[in-house]
């Protein structure tokens, strides 16, 4: 079953705008991570928050956590066409061990 | 090149035929896995192994078997009694966690299996 869910569900964009894609999920959980999956490739790891953190940063990304709401957010600043891809959020349950449940993804374009 | 290998990148089955997708890594990762990915989906989880010689099931083991006779290798046999296999295949591996390791998956190019 997915625990984490993206919205939206897809996302267009002109090239040089910021793009935010949310995730929702259900139980405990011990981190979040978000990965980027190419058209027909495998995924791609970008970034983790751990339950204690509210936000963290890389390059261009920027992760927020919110644990009251069991929510996370990714937000891609300053798009390139090179960032059209799908995203996906994937949570580690609190007592699950390292099992990671993905949620059905955010799919980007970036249009230049 | 450190990574996971999969192959064949494109795989066809016939009728009542099993087929055997290969998932090999050389990051020396305790942890594999398979998910299968159905068009426009997310990931659901078919088999995991965290060690040699044990594995578990995973959302979706209906069909499906694996082995993982040595820590690099965790091969993917679809069998006839999958009945829906058309999908795409991805192979994962991570540490096993410790108390400062992440679980951070690394992922395979994949696999796309077709029904004939």
């Known amino acids: 079953s997915q625990q984490g869910e993206e919205d939206p569900q897809a996302l267009s964009i002109q090239e040089g705008e910021n793009a935010t894609m949310n995730c929702s999920y259900k139980?405990?959980?011990?981190?979040l991570q978000w990965y980027r999956q190419n058209s027909g490739r495998g995924l791609v790891h970008l970034i983790l928050?751990?339950?204690?953190?509210r936000e963290k940063h890389s390059g261009r990304l920027r992760v927020t956590l919110d644990t009251s709401k069991k929510s996370s957010s990714l937000l891609i600043t300053a798009s390139r066409a090179a960032d059209t891809a799908s995203y996906f959020c994937?949570?580690?349950?609190?007592?699950?061990?390292?099992?990671?449940?993905f949620g059905g993804g955010t799919r980007l374009m970036v249009k230049p | 090149d450190g990574g996971i290998t999969q192959s064949p990148k494109y795989l066809f089955r016939k009728e009542g035929q099993n087929v055997t997708l290969s998932c090999e890594q050389n990051?020396?990762?305790?942890?594999m896995y398979w998910y299968r990915q159905d068009p426009g989906q997310g990931l659901r989880l078919i088999y995991y192994?965290?060690?040699?010689?044990?594995?578990q099931k995973g959302d979706i083991a209906e069909g499906y078997s694996v082995s993982r006779e040595k820590k690099e290798s965790f091969p993917l046999t679809v069998t006839s009694a999958q009945k829906n296999p058309t999908a795409f295949y991805l192979c994962?591996?991570?540490?096993?966690?410790?108390?400062?390791?992440?679980?951070?998956?690394?992922f395979g190019a994949g696999t796309r299996l077709s029904v004939l």
């Open positions: 990051l020396n990762h305790d942890a």
């Open positions: 192994s965290q060690i040699v010689n044990d594995f």
């Open positions: 994962a591996s991570s540490i096993v966690p410790g108390a400062v390791a992440k679980n951070i998956q690394y």
């Open positions: 994937a949570t580690e349950p609190y007592n699950a061990g390292n099992m990671l449940t």
């Open positions: 139980t405990s959980i011990n981190n």
């Open positions: 928050i751990r339950s204690n953190e």
